[in-house]
């Protein structure tokens, strides 16, 4: 996944349906000597409103949250998308407009306190670690780094099959992916981290070997290859939002004929189209074990 030199102003035509990070604040400059527990935090996607549908099929929301010894208060750092799955996942096709339209940013959210009943009554809030105040101050310094340069999100992961060792193509770039760097900063930091399973949700698309297309100037552009970029667009069309349920259903079969039947899919990856020559089983939603990191430095006690 591709950093960038730094994050470009969001299109007002972008809109959430729920506001980013309402609550937000910047990550405080805590003391040296404070001891900080690190708790792992994961709960069903959009959990306060569907409860715990999305957790019976595995579709898990990631976050971490810190408690100080020295102020008592506690706080919660997840990375989520701008606004919202749908936009980050497939684009607009905007009129009078060539080429799709994303809508795809990702970036962290920090703010004060854990809702407990939250993370607690559908998923996990587990100690995974303690870390000095030294170590908190920084990690936020690689956050900002992070957040100013890693500022797509990419909802699919695709690999060659089902296979644990087989390749992966692309990596997805998502709340999870966000939390294990976290770790894995803090584990190079010198954390030491609790022996416990951790599992984390990935969507994957199988494929064979992507064929790259180009950008949007060589596809959409005035010199562009008109055919593909038609072709881009007839594939994005059905993924759009639907005002009735007789529409969305003729376009799932529009989405089944061309994914599952024609094998095809269209990638949008680092600001680049690829294609991809859909193989079975096409999706699969996993809830794999990813376990919590060893650090490069050597480990301190708190």
Request: proline share 6%.
């Amino acid at each position: 996944h591709r950093r960038f030199d730094y994050r470009p102003k969001t299109d007002p035509y972008c809109q959430a349906r729920y506001t980013f990070c309402p609550t937000g604040s910047a990550i405080p400059v805590v003391k040296e000597e404070d001891v900080i527990e690190v708790y792992r935090l994961q709960a069903p996607v959009w959990e306060f409103k569907y409860g715990d549908l999305l957790g019976h099929l595995k579709i898990m929301h990631d976050a971490v949250g810190f408690k100080s010894a020295l102020t008592g208060k506690n706080y919660t750092m997840e990375w989520y998308e701008l606004f919202q799955l749908g936009n980050c996942t497939f684009p607009h096709l905007r009129p009078g407009m060539d080429a799709p339209f994303w809508c795809n940013q990702g970036a962290a959210c920090f703010y004060e306190g854990i809702d407990d009943a939250h993370w607690k009554e559908n998923g996990t809030l587990v100690l995974v670690t303690t870390i000095s105040g030294t170590v908190f101050n920084e990690m936020a310094k690689w956050v900002k780094y992070d957040n100013e340069t890693g500022i797509y999100y990419e909802t699919w992961r695709v690999q060659a099959s089902p296979d644990k060792r087989s390749v992966v193509w692309f990596d997805a770039y998502e709340c999870s992916k966000f939390i294990l760097r976290t770790y894995q900063k803090l584990a190079d930091l010198g954390a030491v981290f609790k022996k416990i399973q951790t599992n984390y949700t990935s969507i994957i698309l199988f494929s064979g070997e992507p064929v790259y297309l180009g950008n949007e100037t060589s596809i959409f552009g005035p010199l562009g290859n008109k055919s593909l970029a038609a072709a881009i667009r007839d594939f994005y069309y059905p993924f759009k939002p639907h005002r009735t349920v007789g529409e969305f259903f003729v376009d799932l079969f529009k989405i089944i004929d061309r994914v599952i039947l024609k094998r095809q899919f269209y990638l949008f990856y680092n600001l680049e189209y690829w294609f991809l020559p859909m193989k079975y089983p096409y999706l699969k939603i996993i809830y794999e074990e990813v376990p919590l990191p060893i650090g490069s430095k050597t480990s301190f006690s708190v």
